[in-house]
C-alpha cells in the first residue's frame, strides 16, 4: 500500500536520508522531503499561509498537507550550507527559521515519526544522558561543569578534555565538528571562564572505542582502533589509516542497558558512542539521536539504511 512519508532535512545531509528516500521510494512509497536550507537561500519556494484551522504550505509548487503523512524522519532541518558574512543576521536568521518549524512539525501527528522531536531534545542534552547512564548501571567518565578553574583542578585527575553541549559547529558554507580538546590542569586556559564547557577526565587507557547504532532494536555495532594520533578524536582522523573500523559483537549486557536506556527516552534510533579500556571496562561517553551511519555501511556493509527505512514503513503500518 502506497503511503506518504515525510522527511525533515536539509539538502547538505541528503546523502545520508537520500539512500533511505530512494529505498522507500523502491518500494511504492510517496516520499517528500522538506530542506530547510533550500528554503533559507531561496533555491527552493516555500509558502505558508495563515488559514482558517491550520496554515496552508506549498513547497516548491506543490500544496502539503502535513497533517497527512503516515511516518516522518525528523533528519537535521538545519542551515547548514546557508552562509550570511555578518554573524548577528546569521545567528537571528537561524533563530527565526528554528521559531517557523516548530509551527511546521506540530502539524506532523505525534505517532508519526521515527523519534519525536520532544523526546529528542531531552536526550541530546549531555549532562542528562550521563545522569540517566549512570542510573541504567553504565560506567561514566568523572564530569564536572563549573565556572570556577579550582574546581577542576580538585575534582579531575592532571588530564582532562572539554566538551560541548553540541558537537557541530554550523558556520555557514562550511560545517565544522567541535572536536574533543585534551589539557593538563596544570596548563589550563584560565584567561577565560571555564564555564559552560563540560570538563572530563581523559581516559588514556583506549583499547578501542565502539559505536552503537540501535534501530528499533536493531543492534548494529562496531569497534574502532585507533592510533596515537587519533586517540583522542577518531572522527578527526577517520579516513586516515590512523582508524580502523571493525565489525565486532559488543556483549549483551551492555546491549541491554543501551536498550533500557532508548525505553527511557522513549527513542527509536540512538547511536551510542563508548570507550573499552585494556582491563575490559566499558564506559559510556554519549548517545547521539541523529549520528551519523553512513561511514559504517561504507567500511562494514552495515545495513542501516535499509533498517531505517523498514521502520519508518513499519510506523505507517501501525497508524
Known amino acids: ?73 525528523y533528519r537535521r532541518p538545519t542551515l547548514f550550507g546557508y552562509l550570511d558574512p555578518n554573524a548577528v543576521r546569521q545567528h537571528t536568521l537561524a533563530r527565526e527559521v528554528n521559531a517557523l518549524q516548530h509551527v511546521l512539525w506540530e502539524m506532523v501527528p505525534e505517532d ?8 529528542m531534545q531531552h536526550a541530546e542534552r549531555k549532562i542528562t544522558q550521563l545522569a540517566i547512564a549512570r542510573n541504567l548501571g553504565f560506567k561514566t567518565p568523572q564530569t564536572i561543569v563549573t565556572n570556577q578553574w579550582s574546581q577542576i583542578k580538585n575534582s579531575l585527575p592532571e588530564e582532562v578534555i572539554i566538551k560541548s553541549s553540541y558537537g557541530v559547529l554550523d558556520a555557514g558554507a562550511d560545517v565544522k565538528l567541535l572536536y574533543t580538546q585534551p589539557f593538563k590542569t596544570s596548563s589550563l586556559p584560565i584567561d577565560h571562564s571555564p564555564y559552560p564547557g ?54 549483551n549486557e551492555q ?48 545495513p542501516i539504511t535499509e533498517a531505517i527505512a523498514n521502520l519508518l514503513e513499519k510506523i505507517t503500518i501501525r497508524r
Open 255 to 302: 546491549i541491554q542497558k543501551c536498550l533500557a536506556y532508548m525505553d527511557h527516552f522513549n527513542l527509536r534510533f540512538g547511536a551510542f558512542d563508548f570507550v573499552e579500556d585494556s582491563k575490559g571496562n566499558i564506559v559510556f561517553l554519549e548517545c547521539n539521536t541523529n549520528g551519523q551511519y553512513g561511514w559504517l555501511e561504507h567500511e562494514l556493509g552495515l
Open 112 to 119: 508519526a515519526w521515527l523519534n519525536t522531536i520532544d523526546a
Open 198 to 251: 563540560i570538563w572530563q577526565e581523559r581516559l588514556t587507557d583506549k583499547q578501542k572505542e565502539w559505536r552503537i547504532t540501535i534501530v528499533d532494536g536493531n543492534i548494529f555495532s562496531a569497534a574502532i582502533y585507533t592510533d596515537s594520533a587519533a586517540k583522542d578524536d577518531w572522527r578527526r582522523l577517520q579516513h586516515t589509516n590512523n582508524v580502523r573500523f571493525v565489525a565486532e559483537t559488543f556483549p
Open 1 to 73: 500500500m502506497r503511503q506518504k512519508i515525510l522527511v525533515a532535512s536539509c539538502k547538505y545531509d541528503k546523502p545520508t536520508w537520500g539512500p533511505v528516500a530512494q529505498a522507500l521510494r523502491k518500494r511504492g512509497h510517496e516520499v517528500i522531503s522538506i530542506e530547510t536550507d533550500s528554503i533559507a537561500n531561496g533555491s527552493k519556494s516555500f509558502t505558508m499561509q495563515v488559514a482558517d484551522k491550520r496554515p496552508l504550505i506549498t513547497y516548491c509548487g506543490e500544496r502539503i498537507d502535513l497533517a497527512s503523512f503516515d511516518a516522518a524522519w
